[in-house]
């Protein structure tokens, strides 16, 4: 399980993990879980700011990019910069998706999709265990 999140200066082995994440957070981040639609902490969050990931602190959405996708998940049209995240083939469960990893940590954020609104036609589907909610200040 070492392998599976970590980047320099992070917590890397399973204990470590396990004693700065929740079990829901260590659920979906470590072992690509899934929380329930509309019973989250984002989806339905409209405080301007940016969403880091939980493990790094590293900034990973912007709320100017945040819509409601109807899906019960926090959903954005783009992630705050293009080397935020990295997207890897998903072939789980029987679906052909494209997760959508953390760059810093390696872990879990969900999923994106080619549904969303312009300007990038995106829909990054993003578990809200996986973030940490910056306001903007003034």
């Not at 890897?88 to 469960?93: K, L, P, Q, R, V």
């Amino acid at each position: 399980m070492a392998d599976k999140v970590l980047k320099c200066g992070l917590p890397s082995d399973e204990g470590e993990l396990k004693k700065i994440l929740t079990p829901e957070q260590y659920r979906i981040m470590v072992e690509n879980g899934t929380e329930r639609p509309f019973q989250n902490a984002y989806w339905n969050h409209h405080e301007q700011g940016i969403y880091v990931d939980a493990i790094s602190g590293v900034p990973l959405f912007s709320s100017d990019d945040k819509f409601d996708s109807g899906s019960g998940w926090p959903s954005f049209t783009r992630p705050i910069s293009a080397d935020a995240v990295k997207e890897i083939a998903d072939y789980s469960h029987g679906m052909t998706r494209i997760e959508v990893r953390a760059s810093s940590s390696n872990s879990h954020l969900g999923h994106v999709f080619d549904d969303g609104p312009a300007p990038t036609g995106l829909r990054y589907c993003i578990n809200s265990a996986s973030l940490k909610f910056i306001p903007r200040k003034g």
